[in-house]
Structures are given as structure tokens and as C-alpha cells.
């Protein structure tokens, strides 16, 4: 298994090849290449919304794990403080 940019690479390699075998083979009509391109297109473009999406949870992972840092930091001393009383 590879990372989700090298998934979404190949699914977009693998959608071009078809168009390119396609077209080589002199099987395809213009419109099937346009439409494989244009499936290429939104391939590509639902890849790079994938990987915007992911990085912008993992900001906001580590956001959330600094501020349980945070609580755990402040619990800690509020307990220190009770047992020296």
C-alpha cells in the first residue's frame, strides 16, 4: 500500500494509459479520448481535494493534541498544588 498521493497517481496514470492504449490501437473516436481526458481531469482534480483535505485534518490533529497537551499541563498542576497543601 502506498500513500494516498501515490494511489491517487497511479489511478490517474492508469486512466491516461487506457486513454493512450486506446488511442494507439486506432480503436478510439475523438470523443472517447476527449471523454478518457476528461476522466483524467476530475481524477486528478478529486486527488488534489483528497490531499487538501488530509492535510488540513492532520493541522487540525495537531491542534487538538496541543490542547489536550495543554489540559493534561494545567491538571497536572492543579494536582501538584493539592498535595503540597
Known amino acids: 500500500m502506498g500513500t494516498r498521493k501515490t494511489l ?3 489511478l490517474v496514470g492508469g486512466i491516461l494509459m487506457v486513454g493512450m492504449v ?3 490501437s486506432g480503436c478510439a473516436t475523438k470523443q ?3 471523454d ?3 476522466k483524467a ?3 486528478l ?3 488534489q ?3 487538501s483535505n488530509a492535510e488540513a485534518a492532520a493541522v487540525r490533529a495537531e491542534q487538538a493534541a496541543d490542547r489536550a497537551e495543554n489540559i493534561a499541563a494545567k491538571m497536572e498542576d492543579m494536582f501538584n498544588k493539592k498535595m503540597m497543601k
Open 22 to 24: 486506446f488511442a494507439f
Open 45 to 47: 482534480q478529486l486527488a
Open 32 to 34: 472517447q479520448l476527449a
Open 41 to 43: 481531469d476530475k481524477a
Open 36 to 38: 478518457v481526458e476528461a
Open 8 to 10: 491517487c497517481a497511479k
Open 49 to 51: 481535494e483528497a490531499n
